[in-house]
Every structure is written in C-alpha cells, then in structure tokens.
C-alpha cells in the first residue's frame, strides 16, 4: 500500500468510525414543509485537500453516513467518461449515497473561466450529459467572482452573457432532464442578482446552488439571502460565516457550522426547512481566512452600485455582534477534515438535520 493509499484509507476507516453520538438522537428530527427529512451532504471542496477523487470521496461520504455528496469539479469523478460516472452512480447507490454534480464559471467573459472542458457551451453540455450518468438531478456552475463587479458593464454584462450560454444549452437539459444551478459565488451576484439571472435564462432548466457564505461576500446577511434565494434553490454550498467591524469596514471569515455566532442557525434551518422542500443541506467547510470589505472608502462602492441602504444596515447589524477571530492555514488537510466534521456533528446534534442521521 502506497502512501496516498494509506492515507485515504485511514480517512475512510476515521469517517466509519465517526457514527452518530448520542445527543444526536435527543434532536427531534427537522422536517421539511412536505413532512421530510432534510438530506445532509457534503461539498467536496471542504476536504480539497485530501485529493480523493470518485469511489474515494463516495466511501469518505458512506463513512459519515451521509446522504448526499455534492462532487463539485469535474476531475474529482476520477473520469470525464460516461460509462464511469454510471458505474460511480453505481457504486453510491449500493452505499446509500446519491451524487450531486458540479464545475466551475460558464461566462466566457468572466475573469475566472478557464478553457479546461472547451468553450462555455461545451463545458455546460458535458457537464449535463454527465450529470445524467452520476444521477445528478442538476449540474453546479458558476458566473465568475466578486472580480467580475467591476469588468466593462459590471455585473449586468457578465450576467447577460452567462444567460446567452445557459440558453443554448437549453434544449439539451430539458431532453436529459438535468437542471442547471447556479451559485452565487465568492461575491460574484447578490441573490437579486442571481434571480434576475434565472429568470432571464428560463426557470424551468435553471435554479440557484444556494451558498450562504458567498452571501456575506455581497454584504447580504445570509438570512435575508434564504428568503430571497430559497425558492429558487434546487442545490447548496453552505457553511457559517463570522463577520466582525474593522476601521476600513468589515471582516468575514467562513467557519464551521456553529462557530459564526452571526446568524441564528435554528432560525435559518427553520425557514430553509419551509422554503426549500427536498434540496438537500450540503456542507461547504472553507476556513482559515479573512476577507476585508472596505465600505467606508468611496471606491468600494463602484461595484455595488444598486445596493439599498435597507439591506446594507441589515448587513452591518450582523457586523456590529461579530468578535473577531484567529487565523489559521485553511490548507491544513487535518483542520480541513476536521472542520467539516465538527460541522456535521452540529447539524445532525444542534439543527436535527440528516435521513440516515
């Protein structure tokens, strides 16, 4: 056994190992507004550092006893072939987990679209016919960053120009049946933003990958964000974030669940268990840093032209109650495990959230 072998099976056998505590049980189980568990998932992008790619992030998911595990890049199927990621649908099926499936930025004129998988449109057709075969009932793109605010035409732009490839694309998910979901990322979109998005490409093949943590990126309070965003969610990154008043502005830095101490996660779970039936929760642990939003300087606002005072005031009440916190390496491959773990601990034993919990 060779080194990378060993370690992931170490891992796997750890996560085996982890099960369900007690005070989990003491939890009253949340129900969705059909009268539903709520599915409790991981993103892979929290453990990145591992490396797993397919069978390997399906046993790590099967060991935690998880009931999703949204794969979030392409390369970490292991294959870009149809027949494996059938065979990988396969596989997850016979351990109780179901794949969800996504990739990166679709806009062409994004400063964070790479030609890996070829044009826009040929990386969103192969990332649907792929979906399909993992049994992933929608595929996770992205528009850009928070970098995209400030290109020619601001956001607008870029977002009229991620609805011309979503467009195109159209037919194509309709036949196989796969949505397409659309997050917003590190700062890219507000929810109003990203709801204009999907409106303008179409509802019936496009819905939101609602990513709580992005949402303090825009100066939304998280809570808000659900309520707007909630309906249109048919996937999701989440994690907690803890935000906290600097001379320039702000300071946001993502945590484990639970460890924010910002937002009201019963509350959030509450309303998340009403406005999203059936949209699994899928945990998207990033830690170790932390960004400063500069708002008391004019030039910031440049690219938050339309932001209401209402909304901002909402953001800054967050801001008020947050106590900074230390940083760390977010790189660390045990704190990133770690993390993720404590998170799923929390859902399952503070928010009463998981099937197979």
């Known amino acids: 056994m060779n080194r990378r072998s060993f370690l992931t099976a170490a891992a796997v056998a750890g996560a085996s190992a982890f099960g ?7 939890v009253a189980a949340r129900r969705d507004a059909s009268g539903n568990r709520i599915k409790l998932g991981i993103d892979n992008f929290a453990v990145r550092g591992w490396g797993w790619k397919g069978r390997a992030l399906v046993d790590y998911a099967a060991g935690l006893k998880l009931d999703t595990l949204f794969i979030t890049d ?17 596989y997850a099926a016979d351990k109780g987990v179901e794949i969800l499936l996504g990739s990166w930025s679709i806009c062409p004129t994004s400063k964070s679209f790479k030609k890996d998988w070829g044009t826009a449109e040929e990386h969103l057709s192969l990332g649907l016919r792929l979906s399909k075969a993992v049994g992933s009932p929608a595929f996770r793109v992205v528009l850009g960053s928070r970098d995209d605010r400030k290109t020619p035409g601001g956001i607008e732009a870029r977002i009229a120009d991620t609805i011309q490839v979503l467009k195109a694309c159209r037919n194509q998910a309709l036949d ?6 659309v997050e917003n990322h590190a700062g890219d979109m507000t929810a109003d933003e990203l709801i204009s998005l999907i409106e303008g490409a179409g509802r019936d093949f496009v819905g939101a990958n609602m990513d709580s943590g992005n949402a303090a990126w825009t100066l939304e309070d998280p809570l808000e964000s659900l309520e707007k965003l909630g309906r249109y969610a048919i996937t999701t990154s989440l994690r907690d974030s803890r935000i906290w008043q600097t001379d320039k502005g702000c300071k946001v830095q993502w945590t484990a669940m639970g460890d924010g101490g910002c937002v009201d996660l019963n509350r959030y779970f509450d309303r998340y268990a009403q406005l999203c039936p059936g949209v699994a929760v899928n945990i998207e642990t990033i830690g170790g840093f932390a960004v400063e939003f500069p708002y008391y300087q004019d030039s910031f606002w440049e690219a938050f032209p339309k932001k209401s005072a209402a909304e901002f005031v909402r953001f800054l009440a967050l801001a008020r109650r947050g106590q900074a916190m230390d940083q760390y390496d977010g790189g660390d491959k045990a704190r990133q495990r770690d993390e993720l773990e404590k998170s799923i601990r929390y859902c399952r034993e503070n ?7």
């Open 20 to 26: 369900v505590s007690a005070a989990a049980a003491a």
């Open 176 to 181: 196989l049946g796969v949505k397409v979901s």
């Open 351 to 357: 928010l009463g959230l998981g099937v197979r919990a």
């Open 74 to 90: 392409l390369p970490s199927l292991g294959s870009l072939e149809i027949s494996n990621a059938t065979e990988l649908r396969r």
